[in-house]
């Protein structure tokens, strides 16, 4: 069986760094170098450090289709990983790009393009890399409509209701997973929504829509997250809200892992 990282199973007992259970219980944020919490939406580096650190090796090639402020390609930068970002908006994608050329490191290809993951095509590109597949892919789309990141009717954060979300988050699916070499993994960081006073489980949808495309579920990880800019300074309103009536604070995003098998 052919290896998809560089971890030696023998010396197990080394990487007391690396998570192995289903909860993630991050603390802090690493917000050290080119990475910053300052974009409305981005996640945690630790997420893809941990899922490159299991699932891919150095000079792999890694696809993020919701680059956003381009936290995945740092990453994967700082890991000796190449990467593509595809991002919808430009403005976006050239802070993106600024962030990542701060840490160029040699020899590691960073590139962030700007386009629409439900239909870009990625051939040309990976020609001019001499590439034909990517071994990883990385999926953080908005949680719906949670937060409004554009005006762009592209924007998955503006489809109206669930199903039309869903629809175009499938698009995604289909147009960039065609990319992934077989047998090798992709995962979608994803949370819930609360709407219309009941819970819109918004990630366990996501993920159907991976097991409708014949990909195999590999595991379902809970992250914890903190304060958001919603409700920042605001916990003690929230907690009040949430006795006084019949629901619970979103504390947490699911982390999944699919394989892809055709």
């Not at 939406?41 to 941990?50: A, L, R, T, W, Y």
């Not at 994967?76 to 790009?97: C, D, F, T, Y």
Request: hydrophobic share 40%; proline share 3%; net charge positive.
């Amino acid at each position: 069986m052919a290896r998809y990282n560089d971890l030696d199973p023998k010396k197990w007992k080394e990487y007391a760094d690396i998570i192995t259970d289903s909860l993630w219980l991050i603390d802090k944020r690493d917000n050290s170098g080119a990475h910053s919490g300052d974009y409305h939406g981005n996640f945690v580096p630790q997420i893809p450090h941990q899922l490159f650190t299991r699932y891919t090796k150095k000079g792999d090639w890694i696809l993020d289709p919701f680059a956003g402020s381009g936290t995945t390609l740092i990453e994967a930068q700082r890991m000796e990983r190449n990467s593509i970002g595809i991002e919808l908006l430009p403005k976006v994608a050239k802070k993106a790009h600024e962030a990542i050329q701060t840490e160029h490191k040699r020899n590691i290809v960073s590139k962030i393009i700007t386009g629409d993951s439900r239909n870009i095509d990625l051939s040309e590109l990976l020609s001019i890399f001499q590439i034909k597949k990517v071994q990883f892919i990385i999926m953080h789309p908005p949680y719906w409509d949670i937060i409004k990141f554009s005006d762009n009717k592209n924007d998955l954060s503006n489809t109206l209701t669930l199903g039309d979300f869903l629809d175009a988050f499938g698009e995604v699916i289909e147009n960039t997973s065609k990319y992934l070499e077989r047998y090798r993994y992709l995962a979608c960081v994803i949370g819930d929504k609360y709407m219309n006073g009941q819970v819109v489980p918004l990630g366990f949808h996501c993920m159907n829509k991976f097991l409708e495309k014949g990909f195999l579920l590999k595991a379902i990880l809970v992250k914890n997250f903190g304060e958001t800019r919603g409700k920042a300074g605001n916990q003690g309103i929230w907690r009040y809200r949430a006795i006084a009536n019949d629901f619970y604070i979103f504390k947490h995003e699911y982390i999944f892992v699919f394989k892809k098998l055709k």
